[in-house]
């Protein structure tokens, strides 16, 4: 079921709103300076399972993307690594909330490791 009224549906605890204003080419041009900072040579690897993540939220929720803070909690739970990555894609759409969870967890130890 997707939900596009804000109400909630199928395990999705609720509704997250998108944001839409740029095409997909356009953030992935935007994301490929971080995602050859994080991944190197497996950059554009990355950058297709962001791609990827934007597919299936769409066929889940059924909003053209994920809303930033998700990517951004995608971007942090992979730590760099392609695996992670593709984990915390996966997620971020069967349930952002955990994934939110996870992404600070991460935040709290690397604040941890500065102090």
Known sequence: MMVRDGAAGAGS?????????ISRRERRDADRGRASLEFG???????DLL???????HDTHGDATPPPDVVEDVWTAAEGDLAQ????SRL???????LRVAADEIRSRRREERA
Not at 14 to 21: H, L, M, N, T
Not at 51 to 57: H, R, S, T
Not at 85 to 88: M, P, R, V
């Open 13 to 21: 605890g609720g509704r997250v709103p998108s944001v839409i204003g």
């Open 41 to 47: 040579q497996d950059a554009a690897a990355a950058l």
């Open 51 to 57: 791609d990827l993540l934007e597919l299936a939220w």
């Open 85 to 88: 990555l593709a984990s915390a």
């Open 92 to 98: 971020a759409v069967i349930d952002w909330r955990d």
